[in-house]
């Protein structure tokens, strides 16, 4: 079992809040990445991190934000929400050359 | 760059019937293969993985061969349940070391 942990799981708010989706894993993994997951199900790679201090934006454009102050943390910010960030996000974390291990999602409701 | 095709779903099975979900892959070199499954409401967890080439991952029933001449990754079990039900996504790292995913396969099991 991977100790990779989000929250929150799930989370509705207003347009225009800014909202924090955190992410933590105990596991001492260099790499950190978030990716969104629309309803068809597809995954896109919004940020990556590959050690601390280093941020990197994904192959999907996001208007997220990402820092990586601390090993375990890889925090996600959306400044001012908008409902078409409703959507899941995913953390997830791995050693180098390793398998990607995944946070069980925050579930974003943008109303 | 590198990508991944499964096939796509839905697909709709009786209990104890045989699975197929097709993988082919694109990549320089030679990338690590994997299969992750999404129980509803859930994260990815890892199913099974493979390193190189003729490796078999196997788990929970679950077999998928790395098949470098044929550049596929074929995920198999021979007689699902119910509980097999969920979203399965193929995936692959190469030498970007960022997971590229498929578009994931819905498998619905009825009894």
């Known amino acids: 079992e991977a100790d990779i942990y989000q929250t929150p799981r799930y989370l509705v708010i207003g347009t225009g809040k800014k909202i924090t989706l955190e992410c933590s894993q105990t596991?001492?993994?260099?790499?950190m990445y978030w990716y969104q997951q629309d309803p068809g199900m597809e995954l896109h790679l919004i940020h990556y991190?590959?050690?601390?201090?280093?941020?990197e934006k994904g192959d999907l454009s996001s208007e997220s934000t990402v820092s990586r102050i601390r090993t375990e943390h890889f925090p996600l910010t959306l400044e001012s929400a908008r409902p078409s960030h409703t959507s899941q996000y995913l953390c997830a974390s791995s050693a180098k050359g390793n398998t990607i291990y995944f946070g069980e999602g925050s579930w974003l409701t943008v109303v | 760059g590198d990508s991944v095709t499964q096939m796509e779903g839905p697909v709709t099975l009786s209990e104890e019937a045989f699975l197929t979900i097709n993988c082919t892959y694109t990549a320089t070199g030679y990338p690590s293969l994997f299969w992750y499954v999404q129980y509803p409401g859930e994260g990815l967890q890892l199913l099974l993985k493979a390193t190189k080439a003729d490796d078999k991952g196997s788990n929970k029933g679950f077999e998928a061969t790395y098949r470098k001449e044929t550049t596929s990754f074929h995920l198999e079990k021979g007689s699902v349940q119910v509980s097999d039900s969920a979203v399965y996504f193929c995936?692959?790292?190469?030498?970007?070391?960022?997971?590229?995913f498929g578009k994931g396969t819905k498998l619905t099991v009825n009894p």
């Open positions: 991190s590959y050690g601390v201090n280093s941020t």
């Open positions: 596991m001492g993994h260099d790499k």
């Open positions: 995936a692959l790292i190469g030498g970007s070391e960022k997971l590229v």
